[in-house]
T-cell receptor
Framework: KAGVTQTPRYLIKTRGQQVTLSCSPI?????VSWYQQTPGQGLQFLFE???????NKGNFPGRFSGRQFSNSRSEMNVSTLELGDSALYLC????????????FGPGTRLTVL | AQKITQTQPGMFVQEKEAVTLDCTYD???????LFWYKQPSSGEMIFLIY??????QNATEGRYSLNFQKARKSANLVISASQLGDSAMYFC??????????????FGKGTLLTVNP
C-alpha cells in the first residue's frame, strides 16, 4: 500500500512569490492535514480537510490556504512568501476517527530567499 | 498552558539499554488520543504507538511501549533494547475529542535521542 506522497520535496522561492504544495493521501483516507515545522515554533497545525471541506484551521495568516479534491488529494498555497515561511511542510492522512493515527508524508522543504 | 510538554530536550542511551522519554499532557476532554512519532534526520514522521484515553492497558508495539498514567496525565514512551537506528527526534502528540479541535494533532517540542554504541 503506497504511503502519503508529497511534491515537490524541495523548493526554493524568493520573497513575494507564491507556492503550491501537493499531497496525495493513502488510498482510502479521506482526512488530510497540513503542518508546518520550524526550529523555533516546532510542529504547528495549519488546516485539515475532509471530503473537500476544511474542518479546522490553525492560527496562520490568510496567506496560507488549501483545498482538497474529490479524490482526496490536497494542495496548500502560500502567497506573498516571507522569509519566515521557510519550513518543512508536512502532510498527513488518516481515516476519519479520533482514534486513528495520522500517517505523514516525507514533507516539502521550502526555502524562501 | 502547553498542551503537550516534553521536558527532555535531549537524551543519551547506550545501545541495548532501555530508555524512557517523558510526556505530560493537558486536556479537559474525556476522549482523547495520545501518539508518539519518530522523526529521523530525513524529516519524515514515523508513527510509533497510540494510546486512547479509555484504553485500560498500556499500548505496546514491538520494542515500544507507552506508560500511560491517566491521573498524572503522563504518557511516557519506553524503548527497550535501544538500537543505533533509534537515534532520532521523538514527538509526543495529542488529539482531543471535543468541539472543532478533534481533527488536529498537538505536538510537543520533541526529545532528541542519541544511541551510543
Amino acid at each position: 500500500k503506497a504511503g502519503v506522497t508529497q511534491t515537490p520535496r524541495y523548493l526554493i522561492k524568493t520573497r513575494g512569490q507564491q507556492v503550491t504544495l501537493s499531497c496525495s493521501p493513502i488510498s482510502g483516507h479521506r482526512s488530510v492535514s497540513w503542518y508546518q515545522q520550524t526550529p523555533g515554533q516546532g510542529l504547528q497545525f495549519l488546516f485539515e480537510y475532509f471530503s473537500e471541506t476544511q474542518r479546522n484551521k490553525g492560527n496562520f495568516p490568510g496567506r496560507f490556504s488549501g483545498r482538497q479534491f474529490s479524490n482526496s488529494r490536497s494542495e496548500m498555497n502560500v502567497s506573498t512568501l516571507e522569509l519566515g515561511d521557510s519550513a518543512l511542510y508536512l502532510c498527513a492522512s488518516s481515516f476519519d476517527s479520533l482514534y486513528n493515527e495520522q500517517f505523514f508524508g516525507p514533507g516539502t522543504r521550502l526555502t524562501v530567499l | 498552558a502547553q498542551k503537550i510538554t516534553q521536558t527532555q530536550p535531549g537524551m543519551f542511551v547506550q545501545e541495548k539499554e532501555a530508555v524512557t522519554l517523558d510526556c505530560t499532557y493537558d486536556t479537559s476532554d474525556q476522549s482523547y488520543g495520545l501518539f508518539w512519532y519518530k522523526q529521523p534526520s530525513s524529516g519524515e514522521m514515523i508513527f510509533l504507538i497510540y494510546q486512547g484515553s479509555y484504553d485500560e492497558q498500556n499500548a505496546t508495539e514491538g520494542r515500544y511501549s507507552l506508560n500511560f498514567q491517566k491521573a498524572r496525565k503522563s504518557a511516557n514512551l519506553v524503548i527497550s533494547a535501544s538500537q543505533l537506528g533509534d537515534s532520532a527526534m521523538y514527538f509526543c502528540a495529542m488529539r482531543e475529542g471535543s468541539g472543532g479541535s478533534n481533527y488536529k494533532l498537538t505536538f510537543g517540542k520533541g526529545t532528541l535521542l542519541t544511541v551510543n554504541p
